[in-house]
């Protein structure tokens, strides 16, 4: 399985950007698409994502009303748009590829790409 990301970057607070994820259509089909991200000294946590068929997304707690998980069939690829970004929210952020039915748990992960939030 290969996610190939691309996005991230240096914003200032209150701005936005927005990640890309693309894939292969075998795991776009096969997989719970989505993203997790871990911060400096901190865990991987999960961010947002797709349930199985991908017709409802699910949030952290801590990105509801921000951040946007958004999908292209066509393109097999996922996307993340982040806005109203707080410095809380840097971190490397990688899309993700589950197979796991409730508690969404990463199988495969792409590269990860850094966003860094500015006071």
């Known amino acids: 399985v290969q996610l190939v990301e691309s996005g991230g970057g240096l914003v200032q607070a209150g701005g936005s950007l927005r990640h890309s994820c693309a894939t292969s259509a075998r795991t776009f089909s096969n997989y719970r698409m989505g993203w997790l991200r871990q911060a400096p000294g901190k865990e991987r946590e999960f961010v947002a994502a797709?349930?199985?068929?991908?017709?409802?997304?699910d949030y952290a707690d801590s990105v509801k009303g921000r951040f946007t998980i958004s999908r292209d069939n066509a393109k097999n690829t996922v996307y993340l748009q982040m806005n109203s970004l707080k410095p809380e929210d840097t971190a490397v952020y990688y899309c993700?590829?589950?197979?796991?039915?409730?508690?969404?748990?990463?199988?495969?992960w792409g590269q990860g790409t850094q966003v860094t939030v500015s006071e």
């Open positions: 797709f349930n199985w068929g991908g017709s409802n997304t």
């Open positions: 993700a590829a589950s197979t796991r039915y409730s508690t969404y748990e990463a199988d495969y």
